[in-house]
């Protein structure tokens, strides 16, 4: 048994991935750890086969399920990969993973992978899409989940980080081809952005991480958020968009990948600015009656 690093997957009803990801990642013959929230296809079936272990946890969001699996699962190894269940390691990962050794990583605290997202079966490669870095690898017991966040969810590991622009992770949910599927998925997340976004106007909520343009891919996203978050609603998803598609050559991406940006950088975006005020007008509505 593997005992560098652990596996750690969050599940719902995942098994059309879950045997695809569990497959990349067999010779690696490391503990795999899944925290399912009350799947009720064959998932475990799937997870008992590969002998991962599993708990339960309802689903809030995904930076607290996130929070949990780290708290609650046994983990004895000094590293943890933290990987969601539509993704698959790619044959250059797994060979940085063979030669992973603890040992010749003292003082780094965190790696990330580079991830290859996929809609409808085509590679968003534009957009700025690719390449895109994820904090997937670190220390157990110093990296944590950043429950600041409604959404997205992020990985907190201080200390120094490594970047692996060769170490890439493949994620494809084959759900999303169904459009309905990805426009109620996304009409949810919309929930939850627009409900932070208002908290974050009232001082409710502050970045955990530390905006710097300059600084790793996190630093760096939380430095656009806060841009984001200055910019009038309605007026931004348009440059969102249009940044998307001309600066960053996404309509290079073909029509899925178009049909991709204008519903990932304009719809959703959209539908968060038009929540945001339907949920400061009934505040309002609520202290004045």
Request: hydrophobic share 40%; proline share 3%; net charge positive.
């Amino acid at each position: 048994m593997n005992t560098q690093f652990s596996f750690i997957i969050l599940t719902f009803n995942e098994e059309l991935h879950l045997g695809r990801l569990l497959q990349s990642i067999s010779d690696l013959n490391a503990p795999i750890f899944i925290l399912d929230s009350g799947s009720t296809d064959n998932t475990l079936a799937i997870g008992e086969q590969y002998g991962a272990s599993f708990l339960q946890h309802k689903f809030e969001n995904h930076p607290r399920q996130w929070d949990y699996a780290l708290k609650n699962f046994s983990i004895t190894t000094p590293w943890v990969v933290c990987l969601d269940a539509d993704q698959t390691v790619t044959s250059e990962l797994k060979t940085r993973l063979i030669n992973f050794n603890a040992e010749d990583h003292a003082g780094i605290n965190g790696i990330y992978f580079n991830r290859k997202n996929f809609f409808k079966g085509r590679w968003i490669k534009h957009g700025g899409y690719y390449p895109f870095y994820l904090l997937k690898m670190f220390r157990y017991g110093i990296g944590y989940s950043d429950i600041n966040e409604n959404m997205d969810h992020r990985f907190i590991v201080p200390g120094k980080l490594e970047v692996w622009k060769d170490g890439i992770i493949l994620e494809e949910n084959l759900k999303e081809n169904n459009i309905r599927f990805w426009i109620e998925k996304h009409n949810r997340y919309s929930d939850l952005v627009a409900q932070e976004e208002v908290e974050r106007m009232k001082l409710m909520r502050t970045q955990t991480i530390k905006p710097r343009f300059f600084g790793s891919p996190d630093e760096r996203t939380a430095w656009r958020k806060q841009l984001w978050w200055k910019l009038p609603r309605y007026v931004r998803p348009m440059i969102y968009f249009t940044q998307r598609m001309i600066f960053q050559l996404g309509i290079l991406d073909g029509r899925s990948g178009v049909i991709f940006h204008f519903l990932q950088g304009f719809w959703f975006r959209l539908i968060v600015d038009i929540k945001i005020d339907e949920i400061i007008k009934q505040q309002n509505h609520e202290k004045t009656s």
